[in-house]
């Protein structure tokens, strides 16, 4: 089975920093792609961010394009996401998710999914 682990969330002032961690067990990644999606309070589940594992793609939503970025640590598992100049329109629980293979296709093919990290933006 494959298990997800976020971390990193918490408060931040408008303009800070944070970086998240998805941390999997059970399987190597090797032939997966892990996406970012958050959710705030009234609005939709949103991706964020995603990366194969497979062939190193990477995709971003538009709003995050230039202030986020995803990479991954084949050794530890783990797939990080780096939030530079956050703002208040950032604050969601992240979550991350595993697909087989690539990050194209529909959101449905993430099928493993972890518990969630609040990030929150505010002065």
């Known amino acids: 089975q494959l298990q997800l682990v976020e971390s990193g969330g918490g408060l931040v002032q408008p303009g800070g920093s944070l970086r998240l961690s998805c941390a999997a067990s059970?399987?190597?990644?090797?032939?997966?792609?892990i996406g970012w999606f958050r959710q705030a309070p009234g609005k939709e589940r949103e991706g964020v961010s995603c990366?194969?594992?497979?062939?190193?793609?990477?995709t971003y939503s538009a709003s995050v394009k230039g202030r986020f970025t995803i990479s991954r640590d084949n050794a530890r598992n783990t797939v990080y996401l780096q939030m530079n100049s956050l703002k208040p329109e950032d604050t969601a629980n992240y979550y991350c998710?595993?697909?087989?293979?690539?990050?194209?296709?529909?959101?449905?093919?993430?099928?493993?999914w972890g518990q969630g990290t609040q990030v929150t933006v505010s002065s």
């Open positions: 998710a595993s697909r087989r293979h690539y990050c194209s296709g529909s959101e449905i093919a993430f099928t493993s």
């Open positions: 059970g399987f190597s990644l090797d032939y997966y792609a």
């Open positions: 990366i194969s594992f497979e062939d190193e793609s990477v």
